[in-house]
């Protein structure tokens, strides 16, 4: 995956001192990715479940097993999802790691709710560890158009913990290039 792009600058930090200041805020927040999309795109998000399936731990990257604290032996879950518009249209794509024993309420794959307003919602006390962003390709996995990148461990206060790599779409999180 392309990390980053011509003329844009990142900090230690990883701010894109080009990228517009809607797009940066979201890099950089450390709160719901799903509240400030909401509040970015003025509407209200669904989550589709595209597969959900159990893993053997060591096909993880390394960075993502120790983040979750998961052993080499570990069956965690890896689910590929979207949050959509209600018209449908996809406003980022996502990959989400996690124990499916310490979070079985993330595994209702029916469940339209977005993570950020479901944990909202259970009152559980998150924080959020930025592992990286940057800009990528849309849509993920294509040499497409240039979009932006999150990827971060949500720490739960019941001790859980779930890896999210977002791709958003540059037709609603703009990028220089698109």
């Known amino acids: ?44 998000l669904t989550v589709r479940v595209d597969s959900q399936l159990p893993v053997d731990a060591g096909s993880l990257d390394r960075r993502i097993r120790d983040e979750l604290g998961l052993s080499p032996h570990a069956k965690p879950v890896l689910r590929s999802s979207a949050l959509l518009t209600p018209a449908g249209e996809v406003v980022s794509s996502n990959r989400v790691v ?3 024993a310490a979070v079985p309420w993330l595994a209702d794959t029916q469940d339209s709710t977005p993570l950020g307003r479901e ?10 560890v930025i592992l990286d962003n940057g800009l990528a390709s849309w ?5 497409g158009t240039p979009c ?17 790599h977002e791709t958003f779409s540059p037709y609603f999180v703009p990028v220089p290039g698109r």
């Open 119 to 128: 944990l909202r919602a259970r009152n559980s006390m998150q924080h959020r």
């Open 139 to 143: 849509p993920p996995g294509g040499a």
């Open 98 to 100: 996690f124990d499916g």
């Open 1 to 44: 995956m392309e990390n980053s792009a011509p003329g844009i600058h990142r900090t230690s930090r990883g701010t894109f001192m080009e990228l517009p200041p809607q797009t940066r805020m979201l890099l950089e927040s450390e709160g719901s990715t799903t509240i400030l999309l909401e509040s970015l795109i003025a509407c209200r």
């Open 148 to 164: 932006a990148f999150k990827e971060y461990i949500i720490n739960c206060s019941d001790g859980s913990r779930i890896h999210l």
